[in-house]
């Protein structure tokens, strides 16, 4: 079913299905009873500093939320799309995305947001914003896509430039906003920008990458395992995982990259350790015996904002053609409960189950194993 356009010549616009499930979080149309998750943060003065309207009481929420209601679909050009961003760990709604279709003739939108103060800082507005985003590329096929912010808002611009739009403007007293001339950033990103970002690429690491691989596998460590491990089981697994820097002398460690930016890591080895970062104990760099021994697929990790992407696949790839060239024939892995649906999914199955009490609480493992396939 479609919803007519606004132009008979014009392909009517293809309804969006619902909801809308990421890595986290379920998008949905807005309901009636979502009024006290919306007032939760519309109450807010941080949220209302940046908006037109103050700090709102409830039933200035319930008015809002029933505007919002009836924006679950673009029809035609002026339309607002307004989707709940509800994390189900929490059951609550945190926040919401809109997307407005500003031209159809020049296939222009612009996208909004507002979240919950007590929802900062875990990466779920990037990951809503992603979703609305690819939503409006993909399923809609906007040509361009622009985001405006206060200048002075910071947590709306970094979300912005996080999701890859390019700043295009900082315009100086455009608009007389709450008694005092606002100056407003202007974001923006292309189909062709967008399509790019999607892209992967992979190559070797080197040294001068470690402050970044060191700062993406904290991130991943942190988030990933949220709902297979509890915190202390996450703070304990620290010590047991990290990069091992002698995988990148050995030239068996890659970055995954994404429009310039590294989004993930992991490599394989032909020494016995088979877990652990440079910190971890009781590794052993005795070299294996390809005729008899498994390669060792190590240090796997993945930005928590590139999910779903393809980056563990891809390195598994380049680690399975490159130890088969090397004559290898089984790969082994020691992989931990968030990571086993993909390591399943690329053909590992489990030969152990063991726990690792190092960092002093007990972190739940598998080893895990395939054959390699000839190419």
């Known amino acids: ?14 309804l969006v299905a619902y909801p809308i499930v990421t890595r986290r979080l379920v998008l949905r149309p807005v309901a009636p009873s979502d009024v006290d998750d919306v007032w939760a943060y ?38 607002c799309l307004c989707l709940a961003v509800v994390w189900p760990q929490v059951d609550r709604m945190v926040g919401h995305v809109e997307l407005v279709w500003c031209s159809q003739e020049h296939r222009q939108g612009e996208i909004g947001f507002a979240f919950n103060p007590e929802f900062h800082g875990r990466g779920l507005a990037t990951e809503a914003a992603t979703a609305i985003l690819r939503l409006g590329f993909e399923h809609f096929g906007l ?25 295009e403007g900082h315009l100086r007293g455009n608009m007389l906003f709450k008694g005092e001339w606002k100056e407003e950033l202007v974001y923006a990103m292309t189909a062709p920008e967008w399509r790019a ?18 700062a993406l596998i904290d991130a991943a460590i942190g988030e990933l395992q949220r709902g297979f491990l509890d915190e202390a089981q996450i703070a304990s697994s620290r010590t047991i995982m990290g990069v091992d820097t ?16 590294i989004v993930g890591c992991g490599g394989w080895s032909r020494r016995a350790t088979l877990y652990g970062g440079d910190h971890s104990p009781g590794r052993d760099p005795a070299r294996l015996d390809p005729a008899t021994d498994p390669a060792k697929v190590r240090a796997m990790y993945t930005h928590p904002e590139a999910t779903r992407r393809g980056v563990g696949r891809l390195i598994l790839a380049r680690c399975e053609a490159a130890a088969a060239a090397e ?38 493992l598998i080893r895990m194993r395939k054959p390699i396939v000839p190419a």
């Open 246 to 261: 002698q995988l990148i002398d050995d030239g068996t460690y890659y970055v995954v990259e994404s429009a310039g930016r």
């Open 42 to 79: 519309q109450r807010h003065p941080e949220v209302a500093r940046f908006m037109p309207w103050e700090a709102r009481e409830r039933h200035e929420s319930a008015t809002a939320v029933a505007g919002m209601v009836v924006e679950d679909q673009l029809v035609e050009e002026g339309d």
């Open 1 to 14: 079913m479609s919803a007519p356009g606004p132009d008979a010549d014009v392909p009517p616009v293809p």
């Open 197 to 214: 970002r999607q892209q992967l690429t992979s190559r070797l690491a080197t040294h001068a990458d470690l402050p970044v691989l060191l």
């Open 327 to 364: 004559g290898f024939t089984t790969l082994e892995l020691m992989a931990t409960l968030s990571g086993r649906p993909l390591y399943e999914a690329a053909g590992f199955v489990p030969v152990e189950h063991v726990e690792d009490a190092t960092g002093g609480t007990p972190v739940p």
């Open 143 to 167: 040509h361009r896509i622009v985001g405006r912010c206060n200048a002075r808002n910071r947590p709306s611009a970094r979300l912005m430039e996080r999701l890859g739009m390019r700043l």
